[in-house]
């Protein structure tokens, strides 16, 4: 994150407001005067303004519209993460509130509290996730009979709890599911001899995505989007 947008953040204060701290010498970055509001700050950077140390207040909530060919895991060696695609302080305190594939595109939530992730993920909260999928082959009428009685994944000991499908055309459809087991939508079209091609996740709990934003770009939620998951 550059200086000036922490200062703004942290302060309260308009990033005009930030620029001239700075011009006027009053920030200072790991104990030296600084009045480039442009520096890229470093997890391990420090700012001070008028003798105290700054950091931005609160837990941290965003909604991500992720692309394609990035991963939700905090390190991978192959592959790039999604945290690339933040411009935030101390990204390696953020985690995603439920993860997606490589090649799954949509809606990620990030946080860096603990307990509000937990209460999305854990299957005991049973917070719905809605998909786009679109698949190589018609999809049978008969499936959403299938996948809201629950489908046998294998490997899996029990049934999937019900799902939701809504056939959009013979092969795109929306699948709302309530738990989050290892690539669980291509295992249920797979279960039912079909495959998933592409895969969108539109929504998560009462949170869509928001339409304003493109592939790559995130934003914070609001206080009545956090408190939704509460």
């Excluded at 690339?84 to 997606?100: N, S, V």
């Excluded at 190589?136 to 019900?162: H, K, N, Y």
């Excluded at 493109?214 to 939704?228: D, F, K, N, S």
Aim: hydrophobic fraction near 40%; glycine fraction near 8%; proline fraction near 6%.
């Amino acid at each position: 994150m550059r200086l000036d947008k922490f200062l703004s953040q942290s302060l309260g204060i308009t990033r005009s407001q930030a620029s001239r701290l700075l011009r006027g010498g009053e920030v200072l970055l790991n104990g030296e005067p600084v009045k480039q509001g442009a520096i890229a700050l470093g997890e391990s950077d420090e700012v001070e303004f008028a003798g105290q140390s700054l950091r931005l207040t609160g837990p941290r909530y965003f909604m991500l519209h992720k692309p394609e060919g990035y991963v939700c895991s905090n390190e991978d060696p192959d592959h790039p993460n999604v945290f690339f695609l933040l411009e935030e302080p101390a990204l390696g305190k953020l985690h995603c509130a439920g993860r997606l594939d490589l090649d799954t595109t949509g809606l990620v939530l990030i946080t860096d509290d603990g307990q509000w992730s937990h209460r999305i993920t854990s299957p005991r909260h049973e917070c719905a996730k809605r998909y786009r999928v679109w698949l190589a082959d018609p999809v049978p009428e008969s499936a959403i009979a299938q996948f809201a009685e629950g489908i046998q994944l294998r490997s899996e000991r029990d049934l999937t709890r019900p799902a939701q499908l809504e056939l959009i055309s013979d092969t795109e459809a929306l699948l709302t599911i309530h738990e989050g087991k290892y690539h669980q939508v291509k295992r249920m079209f797979a279960a039912i001899g079909n495959k998933v091609v592409k895969l969108h996740r539109e929504q998560v709990g009462p949170l869509a995505l928001d339409a304003a934003l493109a592939p790559g770009e995130y934003r914070p939620l609001t206080e009545e989007e956090v408190a939704a998951f509460r």
